[in-house]
């Protein structure tokens, strides 16, 4: 159970990763200034994380 644990807290770590660098992004294109952009990606950084946490909590759950 714990390497499946593991790798799904990577997947979780990397989707949160991508839609930090996606809301950069947008922040930069809509002509945002960089501290501002990298504010706008933490804060989606961490609301995905929270919320991938939260649903493989529950799918742990099920699971076990």
Known sequence: MLPFLMLALAVCV???VVAGLLSFGV???VSAPVDRAIIWGGCTAGAVMTQLIAVLAIIVQCVA
Do not use: I
């Open 27 to 29: 922040a930069r294109l």
């Open 14 to 16: 990397l989707c949160s």
